[in-house]
């Protein structure tokens, strides 16, 4: 295996990377190599895909394929091999019925169909470990010897910012909404890499490219999202256990969550969020449900400690699972695209085995002395905040608000992340915090006051929903009559995965310039990549907090 494709990557060799028998993600070889032979097998159904879709033969089913299969590839997603090994045969599938597709277009329209080679040619081994031995040949870094480190990585940029992009645009397709457009970027993308391509400058102006697909998604899902749900309010969210049976709900399909609140109602079952499920309380339609009780536990690098002391089952719904402990591995779920060995998976929408599961367990005991009730607010979506916009401009220009800063994106368990902690907590009080993704737990617990009536910490929801944040951010310099580059706001940004890569080339792409990164960068970028990406968007990364605010608040021109 060799893998860098998450924050988590080995960097104690002379390259970045996990490459061993075990990956730091808990991804062994196995499966690593089985997921570069479904990319590899997905660029095929690309490549014939693509050419239909010229032709106006488009296929929905396949481009709904491969948003879900490239999904699956994504960190702390799925870990089941036998998953990944039906799903490269399912890819062959479509290939094939893509490229029937396609020839039968190009003979209607008087042409003569194209033989195209590279992945869309590949055939699958069907023995087990002959098949494991071709992903030697597609792994991320083929091709090192050949065109170097620099093209290698940006094509390993452009690939981790698809997968991201094919979660967000999974996530809105389970909800009714698709695009064309973004069914056609996602298999151009994908036919692009496999062509192999080796021009660093046109790599990068592609990845910018991505990053604009990226912000159509977005808008795609933050409208799935309101259209089902309606758009977030602003609530306050209990994290002190109730009394009663209990499910856990982890990842971040708010359909999946929707449909177990449906079949627990009336069944004398509470159900709890955990980690990027937290913003669903803010969603009208689902906080409707009062059995949605509250939020239990952090961010996914604590499940293991959070998920053993919970008295009920977890229904994990998306990234981001870890190995489930023998505590609880017989009573935790996975649904959609997530996978673990021997971990009970549920297909189509039927969470009885969940119900039956928290009716045998014990849940929450009633207390003696209940503990004083905890409360986070959550629902500062755009909607809200630019609801009070008028409120938030006269703040800023009478002086009562000096800054904004989106503290932000993934958490996870490497050192550094203590960063974004002391940084929104040393913010001025004359300055507003907002945030997202799961970052947010390493501060969300402060007291950070209010200015104006304004809560200083505005959540404005999952990982995705920076198109909230983008949105505010636009809102302001037109209110200002400026760019966004000018405005008092500084972006720091936590990343762990391929979302986070996709997020980050979607604000590079809007020209949104000295955007601080952490704790690390990204093992694929290699130093000479890292020098354009600083020459062409002042790209930084984090160093100390204390410092970084200083600098930030510093008067322009200093």
């Not at 061993?20 to 490549?47: E, F, M, P, R, Y």
């Not at 479509?94 to 195209?116: I, N, S, V």
């Not at 159509?216 to 602003?234: C, I, R, W």
């Not at 591995?329 to 969940?354: A, K, M, N, Q, Y």
Request: proline share 6%.
């Amino acid at each position: 295996m060799f893998c860098y494709q998450c924050e988590q990557t080995d960097r104690t060799g002379t390259v970045p990377g996990c490459a061993g028998a075990i990956g730091n993600c808990g991804k062994d070889a196995a499966t690593s190599d089985l997921q570069d032979l479904l990319i590899h097998a997905a660029k095929g159904v690309a490549q014939y895909a693509a050419e239909a879709r010229a032709l106006g033969a488009a296929d929905d089913e396949a481009d709904r394929f491969l948003l879900y299969s490239v999904f699956t590839t994504l960190t702390n997603v799925n870990f089941n091999p036998s998953r990944f090994g039906a799903m490269i045969q399912q890819a062959v599938a479509h290939r094939d019925r893509a490229r029937a597709a396609y020839e039968q277009a190009a003979r209607a329209a008087g042409r003569e169909p194209r033989e195209l080679t590279g992945p869309a040619a590949w055939q699958p081994a069907a023995d087990p470990d002959a098949l494991l031995k071709q992903a030697a040949d597609v792994r991320v870094d083929a091709g090192l010897a050949l065109v170097g480190p620099d093209v290698v990585g940006l094509r390993s940029l452009h690939l981790y910012a698809l997968k991201g992009i094919c979660a967000y645009a999974h996530h809105a397709h389970v909800l009714g909404k698709e695009s064309a457009e973004v069914f056609a970027g996602v298999a151009d993308a994908l036919a692009y890499l496999a062509s192999e391509p080796a021009d660093a400058a046109e790599l990068l102006e592609r990845a910018v490219g991505l990053g604009r697909l990226n912000l159509t998604v977005m808008e795609l899902l933050d409208a799935a999202n309101t259209g089902a749900y309606g758009p977030q309010q602003p609530t306050a969210v209990r994290t002190t256990p109730v009394e009663g049976k209990a499910i856990l709900v982890s990842g971040h399909d708010l359909h999946d969550l929707e449909q177990l609140l449906e079949q627990t109602t009336g069944q004398g079952i509470n159900v709890y969020t955990h980690g990027e499920m937290l913003p669903a309380h803010a969603y009208p339609l689902l906080k409707a449900y009062p059995h949605l009780v509250g939020n239990y536990g952090g961010a996914w690098q604590d499940q293991q400690r959070e998920f053993a002391a919970f008295p009920g089952p977890i229904l994990m719904t998306s990234n981001c699972i870890i190995e489930p402990h023998v505590s609880y591995r017989r009573r935790i779920f996975t649904t959609g695209p997530v996978g673990w060995p021997g971990v009970r998976h549920l297909s189509e929408g039927d969470f009885t085995p969940v119900l039956q599961a928290a009716r045998a367990l014990p849940g929450f005991p009633a207390e003696p002395e209940p503990a004083p009730e905890k409360l986070l607010t959550v629902g500062f979506g755009a909607d809200a905040v630019l609801a009070v916009a008028d409120r938030v401009t006269a703040a800023v220009r009478s002086g009562a608000i000096r800054h904004f800063f989106l503290v932000g994106g993934c958490d996870g368990p490497t050192p550094g992340r203590d960063y974004y902690t002391e940084f929104a907590v040393g913010a001025p009080a004359d300055t507003m915090v907002l945030t997202l993704g799961c970052a947010k737990y390493r501060f969300n617990g402060h007291d950070f006051g209010e200015i104006g009536g304004i809560p200083r910490l505005l959540d404005l929801g999952q990982c995705n929903d920076t198109h909230s944040a983008i949105r505010i951010a636009v809102a302001l310099a037109e209110a200002f009559e400026c760019e966004v580059n000018d405005l008092p706001l500084t972006l720091v940004l936590s990343w762990t995965e391929q979302k986070a890569v996709a997020v980050l080339l979607a604000l590079l792409a809007l020209g949104i310039r000295n955007i601080h990164l952490g704790p690390t960068l990204p093992g694929f970028l290699t130093p000479d990549l890292v020098d354009a990406l600083v020459q062409r968007f002042d790209l930084r990364v984090i160093g100390d907090p204390a410092a970084d605010l200083a600098a930030a608040l510093e008067p322009a021109g200093k």
